[in-house]
Structures are given as structure tokens and as C-alpha cells.
């Protein structure tokens, strides 16, 4: 766009793409939140499992991380896929995300050979089964930097608070 379209319009391109590439972004990433938290909300003990295997928190409270998490997965996945509170689900989600990161980082370096039991399993590897460490991190950064786009731009196209808020 010249610069007197966007003078005439008031958009430049950021400003249309930013929301565009926000919706994705919502999609995707409150959809992996669903299917983690579906995944492990129908068998709670693996879940537990999974957040005691990282040998970070004392065992009772594993045992509620355990079953809160995924509960918080789903909600958060429903929440950003709906576009409902974008902003304050991306916040925790980032949050999440950052917790994740720093403890498959923490088990990787104190040598633990577990899954990270992000999509349930326990965290229990299969036989012959070696740690992916590398590319769990890879996958949680990339998905913080699509949360990082909607903690500073939350309004998106389709999405309920648009709707409710009436912005644009």
C-alpha cells in the first residue's frame, strides 16, 4: 500500500496483518493447549505421573499440579480458540509455557530420561525410546512467541471478545 492509501486509510500493512496472523496464532495455539489437556484430563494418574517424573515438587503437590494442569490446559485452550479473555489466557498460557520450558530444560541437564508428558504418557519413555528434549523446547518457544503476539495484540477476527467489547 502507498503511503497516501495509508494516509487515507489509516492501516498500514502491520496493522491489517497483525490480527490476521493473531487469529492463527490463537487457533494454534489454544488447540495444542486443548488437546494436551484433553489428552491427559481422561487419565490423571499418568498426568500425575508425569509431573513427578521432572523430580521438581514435593510429591502432594505434584499430585495437584498433576490434576489442576490439565484442567488449566483445557480452559486455556477453550478461552483462546473462542477468543473469550485472549489476553489473560495468553498471559498464563505464556506462563505455562515458560514453566515447561524451564523444566524440560532442568531435566535434560540433570540427565533424566523421561518424556516430557506434554501430550500424556506419564512421562515414561517407550523401549528404546531416547528424550527429545532439543525439540520440545524448540516447540514450546515457538509456541511463546505466538502467545507473546497475542499478550500485546489480544483483538483478532472471530473472536468473542470482539463481540463483547465491541472493538474492532
Known sequence: MSKTMEAAT????????VPWVGLA???????????????????????IRAVQVYELLPNSL???????????????????????A???????????LVAFIVGIGSAW????????GCFGGGGQLGEGEKPQYLAEILRDIGLLALTGLLVWRPRTPFSADRILFKTK
Open 10 to 17: 489509516g492501516e498500514s500493512l502491520l496493522d491489517r496483518t
Open 25 to 47: 496464532a490463537r487457533l494454534i495455539v489454544g488447540g495444542v493447549w486443548l488437546v494436551a489437556g484433553g489428552l491427559k484430563v481422561s487419565d490423571l494418574r499418568s498426568s
Open 62 to 84: 505434584a499430585e495437584f499440579v498433576g490434576i489442576v494442569l490439565p484442567l488449566v490446559e483445557v480452559g486455556i485452550g477453550l478461552l483462546l480458540i473462542a477468543g473469550l
Open 86 to 96: 485472549t489476553q489473560p489466557a495468553a498471559v498464563v498460557s505464556a506462563l505455562l
Open 109 to 116: 541437564a540433570r540427565g533424566l530420561q523421561i518424556d516430557c
